[in-house]
């Protein structure tokens, strides 16, 4: 069964921590489990000297998942992991008990300005695996898998699960699908995601169709139940597909922090205070 537009969410342009430009969609409660946080960072083109990231910070019962478009960041922890991200490369941080770290620009972009543009989302996790020990997996570019359609009108990288028979190299701690897709004029994909996934789509590139429903570019689409999206392209489009379990759990959220409880909130914030977290 295809799965139709449930839902249509618009999006806004916020200042995050310091200036940090980035697009978001309203109403972030409603969004759809297990996903937090989409925010599409920039994209912004920066001057010498000008970009900002986020200095030290902690997480803790979720993960951070950085997907870089253009421009290069630069990361390091409270566990002495440090590293790169360039155009393509992803980041899947599983911050479980407790992590410290700074996400910043590269000295080198820093110094010389430029476009910066990629994804932040947020991923919860069930109460039995927030306090997991911490993962991170810095994946390059050139080894995430890409496909393209035979007639070379459809695009896809996974970053996570499974699209046009490529799989993920991802380890996720719950089935998640992210796949980054661009299709040319005239184009049409199906797009399978197992009916036990929610499902949604974010688009920020073109236009589309969905069951009907015309698509925007900064339009958060959360798909109804089924098997399966089709999705039609007069004149090309690119977006994120996204999908996941639904946690049936309370969530109990303070800043960068996820837990189930307020206590486990008061818990991890007494940890952060008495340098404990991580
Ligand atoms: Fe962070």
Do not use: C
Not at 6 to 35: D, N
């Amino acid at each position: 069964m295809r799965r139709s537009v449930k839902t249509i969410i618009p999006t806004h342009t916020v200042l995050e921590g310091g200036g940090f430009q980035v697009r978001r969609p309203v109403a972030m409660g409603a969004l759809m489990s297990p996903f937090l946080l989409l925010d599409e960072m920039g994209p912004v083109n920066y001057g010498p000297k000008q970009a900002i990231g986020a200095p030290s910070h902690p997480h803790r019962g979720f993960e951070t998942v950085t997907y870089m478009l253009e421009g290069a960041m630069q990361h390091a922890d409270s566990a002495g992991n440090s590293g790169d991200l360039n155009p393509g490369d992803v980041q899947w941080m599983t911050a479980g008990r407790g992590i410290i770290h700074s996400e910043l620009p590269h000295p080198e972009f820093y110094e010389n300005g430029g476009v910066m543009h990629g994804f932040q989302i947020w991923v919860n996790l069930p109460a039995k695996d927030k306090m997991m020990q911490p993962r991170y997996q810095d994946i390059p570019s050139d080894e995430l898998p890409v496909v393209e359609s035979v007639d070379g009108k459809i695009w896809a990288k996974v970053v996570a699960g499974e699209a046009m028979g490529a799989k993920a190299i991802i380890d996720t701690v719950i089935p998640i699908q992210y796949i980054h897709y661009r299709m040319k004029e005239d184009s049409n994909l199906i797009h399978n995601i197992s009916p036990e996934l929610n499902g949604m789509i974010y688009m920020f590139g073109g236009q589309a169709e969905i069951s009907g429903k015309k698509i925007d570019d900064g339009q958060l689409i959360i798909l109804d139940e089924g098997d399966k999206v089709e999705i039609t392209s007069k004149e090309g489009a690119e977006f994120l597909v996204l999908a996941g379990p639904e946690i049936d759990e309370p969530i109990s959220r303070y800043g960068p922090f996820v837990m189930n409880t307020r206590e486990e909130i008061h818990q991890a914030v007494m940890d952060y205070q008495n340098g404990t977290l991580a």
